[in-house]
């Protein structure tokens, strides 16, 4: 059994505690709470309180501003850390925490889009190279730090140097829903696109696309593409070259179950392309979302990593790359002028 604690108790927080619940051989002992609550775990009103349950690694569900020291505090006892993203708010506190940690090899970060199933399938298909090398990734359907993941990680890039350009518009959009609900009734409002790409000196270009509200206000399109030397990934469709004179286009199909008469209950099952397996949900029966799917599989990752020496889910040094670059995109649009992203410390 391995064991985590949490430091925070939000909405981000019970994410955690309630799919560990549902997973064999892992448990939440409990979480780090300003004040007493009613939740189906322990609550500890300190972090030493907590530390004494002896968990296998502590989970920092916290504000940008806290969580460097905290991490800082943790990696100092020696106790594992999977610090939810980013693990600091600006460039200062990013060299600053790497300086303090870096060379623990204790902190991973929680960086939980590259495991959501479609996009896990998608990476699946661009490393078979089905459409070649990845040249090129667009990706508009999340912010920041999780776009930058994606684009790197579809790329294949490191943590190398790059250039991001960037303008932001603005025009009226309805916003029907949000995080609290449908909006009763709806209005349009100003809304915000920031548009920026971002061209890495090793090779690979990435474009960046996101509008306020993005991740609720469902008419908004969600759009995902990867260009190879062989063709091209759009959303759910590939078509590449397999031979002279013979170009294909082929579907990739998400069998979802519950529809119709189908009475195996609503499910996710397995993402194809042609007779490829891309991807096989491994929580089948708990009718999960992807979210869900995706941070129960980063929690898993990370007890396997402090278990049993597995492979780091996602190290610090990837996140704090992920932000800087997405750093460099807000000053970027902020500007109107070309930033360059360096050579880092965590490189």
Request: hydrophobic share 40%; glycine share 8%; with cysteine.
């Amino acid at each position: 059994m391995t064991t985590f604690a949490i430091v925070g108790s939000g909405w981000r927080a019970e994410y955690f505690w309630r799919l560990a619940a549902a997973l064999d051989g892992l448990e939440c002992v409990g979480v780090v709470s300003r004040r007493a609550q009613d939740l189906p775990v322990p609550v500890f009103l300190s972090l030493d309180e907590c530390l004494a349950a002896k968990p296998d690694f502590v989970v920092t569900a916290t504000p940008w501003g806290v969580t460097p020291s905290l991490v800082a505090d943790l990696v100092d006892r020696g106790v594992p850390v999977l610090a939810e993203t980013p693990p600091a708010p600006d460039l200062d506190g990013l060299r600053a925490l790497w300086a303090e940690v870096g060379g623990s090899g204790l902190v991973q970060v929680a960086e939980q889009y590259t495991r959501v199933p479609a996009h896990a399938a998608r990476l699946a298909l661009v490393r078979s190279g089905a459409i070649g090398d990845p040249t090129r990734v667009d990706v508009s359907s999340t912010h920041q730090y999780h776009a930058v993941s994606l684009i790197r990680t579809l790329l294949g890039t490191g943590r190398g140097p790059a250039e991001v350009r960037a303008v932001r518009t603005t025009a009226p959009l309805a916003d029907p829903i949000t995080r609290a609900g449908w909006a009763d009734p709806v209005e349009v409002k100003q809304a915000t696109t920031t548009i920026a790409t971002i061209a890495f000196d090793g090779g690979g270009f990435g474009l960046y696309d996101f509008t306020d509200n993005q991740w609720h206000n469902q008419l908004l399109m969600r759009r995902l593409l990867v260009r190879g030397t062989l063709g091209e990934l759009r959303d759910h469709e590939v078509v590449r070259l397999v031979a002279d004179r013979t170009i294909v286009r082929t579907e990739v199909v998400r069998r979802q179950t519950g529809y119709d008469l189908d009475l195996d209950g609503f499910d996710t099952d397995h993402i194809t392309f042609g007779s490829d397996v891309l991807y096989r949900n491994p929580y089948q029966g708990l009718r999960w979302n992807d979210e869900e799917i995706a941070i129960a599989t980063l929690l898993q990752d990370t007890a396997a990593w402090v278990s049993d020496g597995g492979p780091e889910p996602y190290p610090l040094a990837d996140g704090l790359h992920d932000h800087r670059v997405a750093l460099a995109v807000e000053e970027a649009a902020n500007t109107g002028t070309a930033v360059r992203v360096d050579v880092e410390p965590w490189r």
